[in-house]
Nanobody
């Protein structure tokens, strides 16, 4: 089992930045995929950004050019740098780790609120 703990959320003004972190409870020897998902009130959870085991990254169209996903294997940590934040980025952000297509783990989520 792997526990994922997200941090870094909070309240930020439009145009501001936040960096989210997702720390795994132990070393991960096999990563199939890792991603940041978000869920706004009344909406379905959606992918914001993901990274494959080979380092390929993909982003939702709504965050391209503003968000950057990265991974520090030595620290077992996934990051999401979010710049130029907009009110529509307000959501609970969840970290997901997949060690295979069938095995996946989720964090508890961290709230991001973009408001003036």
């Amino acid at each position: 089992q792997v526990q994922l703990v997200e941090s870094g959320g909070g309240l930020v003004q439009p145009g501001g930045s936040l960096r989210l972190s997702c720390a795994a409870s132990r070393s991960i020897f096999r990563i199939y995929y890792m991603g940041w998902y978000r869920q706004a009130p009344g909406k379905q959870r959606e992918l914001a950004a993901g990274i494959t085991s080979g380092g390929s990254k993909n982003y939702a169209d709504s965050v391209k050019g503003r968000f950057t996903i990265s991974r520090d294997s030595g620290k077992n940590t996934l990051y999401l740098q979010m710049n130029s934040l907009k009110p529509e980025d307000t959501a609970v952000y969840y970290c997901k780790l997949a060690t295979s297509p069938q095995d996946e783990y989720w964090g508890q989520g961290t709230q991001v609120i973009v408001s003036s």
